[in-house]
């Protein structure tokens, strides 16, 4: 199938744009508009894309399986069950903070790093609703000097920016977590919520300075694995309707030209996004397309308004169209992708799968 053919069919599937394209846009200009129904500004290109955090691919696993008929009732949209908040967009922020050498070693510092999440790629209308810091270490790399004696580590804020050319002691920085441990766990996670709600205005993004103290024996700064940020956000403006999917989920094949639901697979790599869109690799999204005859059967789901038109019509066929065979009935995916900057996201996305059509 031709592209535009499936620009098309995804922006009349994706409910957020209900526009009718015909013939004559260019195909860079329809898959701009279907972008911006999925919420993004560009194309994505990752560059060098970092692996799917576990935790994102399992959360994926579970919407795909939950998105089996029954189990989607009685689910509230735009909630991640996982932490209990709101929210459509999961997206894990790599770590562009730098280590901080200062000038003057001090002994007992085993590790001084800033911190950095960059949430340029948030919508202004986006509300983050949960941040959670994840630091991850290589395992028994950092030891502890002696009993009595623990390792000591502390997060701060960055408060106002360094100046060029200052040690690390010209930030001004407000505690946020101080904890010490005798045995170093693999991973730690802190509740930071707070102050990512602030960092969506860029000037207020100051970052994060990470210290880790007291350690007699603590390797050095690459013993360091790895550190992220899990983000959920909601966009309302893809939240707005509570529609589930209809028990009994039935897409008619069959040769009658009667309005009704259509299979249509839409292959992400057909469409040439197999790059950015990790999973799922595409899915079935259906159509509607058929008549709507005098006189228009009940299960037809019409409005009074589309019954009175198909007796119009029977009358004056020239002047009245039928009803139009539309989508009454749509659900939702999960779509796990890389963004503009390269990091993971998944995003719950309404009104993506054709349920049920009616004439309207
Ligand atoms: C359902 O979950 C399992 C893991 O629990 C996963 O292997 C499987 O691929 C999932 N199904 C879909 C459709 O993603
Ligand atoms: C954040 O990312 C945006 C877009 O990729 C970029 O223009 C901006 O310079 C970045 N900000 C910082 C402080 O790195
Ligand atoms: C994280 O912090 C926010 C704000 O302080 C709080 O409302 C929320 O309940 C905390 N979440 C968890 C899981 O502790
Ligand atoms: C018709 O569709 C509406 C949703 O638009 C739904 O609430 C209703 O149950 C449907 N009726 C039948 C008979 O399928």
Redesign the pocket.
């Known amino acids: 199938m031709e592209h535009s053919h499936y620009f098309q069919m995804i922006l009349g599937t994706a409910g957020m744009l209900w526009v009718l394209l015909v013939g004559g846009m260019d195909l860079q200009r329809q898959e701009s508009l279907v972008l911006k129904s999925l919420g993004l500004t560009a194309r994505p290109s990752p560059r060098s894309p970092p692996p799917v955090p576990h935790l994102l691919w399992?959360m994926?696993?579970?919407r795909?399986?939950l998105s089996s008929p029954a189990s989607e009732e009685g689910k509230t949209p735009c909630w991640v069950e996982e932490f209990r908040v709101p929210g459509n967009i999961i997206r894990v922020f790599p770590d562009q903070g730098q280590f901080i050498h200062s000038d003057k070693p001090r002994s007992w510092l085993c590790l001084q790093k800033r911190l950095y999440f960059n949430f340029s790629t948030l919508d202004k209308g986006e509300q983050v609703t949960m941040a959670q810091l994840q630091i991850h270490f290589h395992h028994n790399q950092y030891q502890v000097a002696s009993p009595g004696h623990p390792l000591e580590l502390s997060l701060y804020q960055a408060t106002q920016a360094a100046l060029r050319g200052m040690s690390s002691h010209a930030y001004s920085r407000k505690l946020l977590v101080e904890q010490s441990f005798i045995h170093l766990h693999k991973s730690f996670v802190f509740n930071l919520t707070e102050a990512a709600k602030m960092w969506q205005t860029p000037a207020r993004n100051l970052g994060l300075v990470l210290e880790i103290a007291g350690g007699k024996l603590c390797s050095g700064a690459d013993s360091f694995l790895d550190t992220s940020l899990l983000v959920v956000s909601l966009a309302h403006r893809q939240c707005r309707s509570t529609r589930k999917r209809r028990s009994t989920y039935y897409v008619p094949t069959g040769a009658s030209n009667i309005c009704k639901p259509r299979r249509l697979y839409i292959s992400f790599r057909d469409v040439g996004w197999e790059d950015w869109i990790i999973?799922?690799q595409g899915y079935l999204a259906n159509y509607c397309l058929g008549e709507c005859p005098f006189p228009l059967a009940e299960d037809l789901n019409s409005t009074n308004h589309a019954i009175l038109q198909t007796v119009v019509h029977s009358l004056d066929p020239e002047g009245t169209p039928q009803p139009c065979c539309v989508p009454v009935r749509l659900s939702p995916i999960s779509i796990l992708y890389y963004d503009n900057d390269d990091n993971v996201v998944l995003r719950h996305y309404e009104d993506m799968v054709v349920d049920e059509c009616g004439c309207r």
């Open positions: 399992k994926f696993h579970k795909a399986n999973a799922p």
